[in-house]
């Protein structure tokens, strides 16, 4: 069965803390996102990830850095969380980075972590 | 770039009654399209996606859609609401990236399908 993991349902954190945000996918997919979820707005890429060590920033990338060592693991930072941060944020993945057929393959979500910034 | 307009933050409807949730899209090349469902307290789980071919499409749940180029519009469908039926939907179409090649997803802001008994 296909597993997307992200490491907390919710997160509580002061403002300036550095903040990780983990992900894990079980399906060895090559893409991995970061999407944040606010209402009125749907959801917002972050940044994605194509293959390890690779990245490329979204539509709203400010106040975020991301990381993958690992192919299943991909990891959102916030430098110094902001009240403006407080959010769900979903990771998700899919299978493949090559072009037209990359875009028709399914995105796998996690469950999401709810993230408040005090 | 593309943009997605989903009509109507809440649509309510009775148990049995037929669902209707719009989409429209605004590129003139057709896309590939999703509608993805988001149960409370879940991630978002695909419901159907077009991609080629049949423009009528089924999915899970007794969901369909049909792409309209058209009118371009992807709307989403099931004839009897069922109080399970409850959640947020979530239309999706895809998208250039920049210079990548590669392309992404670019989401509705979603409508949040009310199942009164």
């Known amino acids: 069965d296909v597993k997307v993991t992200q490491s907390s349902r919710y997160l509580v954190k002061r403002t300036g803390e550095k903040v990780f945000l983990e992900c894990v996918q079980d399906?060895?997919?090559?893409?991995m996102f970061w999407y944040r979820q606010d209402p009125g707005l749907g959801l917002r890429l972050i940044y994605f990830?194509?293959?390890?060590?690779?990245?490329e920033k979204g539509d709203i990338p400010e106040g975020y850095s991301v990381s993958r060592e690992k192919k299943e693991r991909f990891s959102l930072i916030l430098e110094s969380a902001s009240t403006n941060q407080t959010s769900m944020y979903l990771c998700a993945s899919s299978l493949s980075r090559t072009g037209l057929a990359g875009v028709s393959d399914t995105q796998y979500f996690g469950p999401g972590t709810r993230l408040t910034v005090l | 770039a593309q943009s997605v307009t989903q009509l109507g933050s809440h649509v309510s409807v009775s148990e049995g009654a037929l669902v209707l949730l719009r989409c429209n899209y605004s590129?003139?090349?057709?896309?590939?399209l999703f509608w993805y469902v988001q149960y409370p307290n879940q991630g978002l789980q695909l419901l159907l996606k077009y991609t080629t071919g049949a423009t009528l499409v089924k999915g899970i749940n007794g969901f369909e859609a049909e792409f309209k180029k058209s009118e371009t519009s992807f709307h989403l469908t099931k004839p009897s609401a069922h109080m399970s039926d409850a959640a947020e939907y979530f239309c999706a179409v895809s998208d250039p990236f920049m210079n990548t090649g590669f392309q992404k997803l670019v989401f509705g802001t979603g409508t949040r399908l009310l199942v009164s008994p």
């Open positions: 399906m060895d997919h090559e893409n």
């Open positions: 590129s003139s090349v057709p896309p590939y």
């Open positions: 990830s194509y293959d390890v060590k690779m990245k």
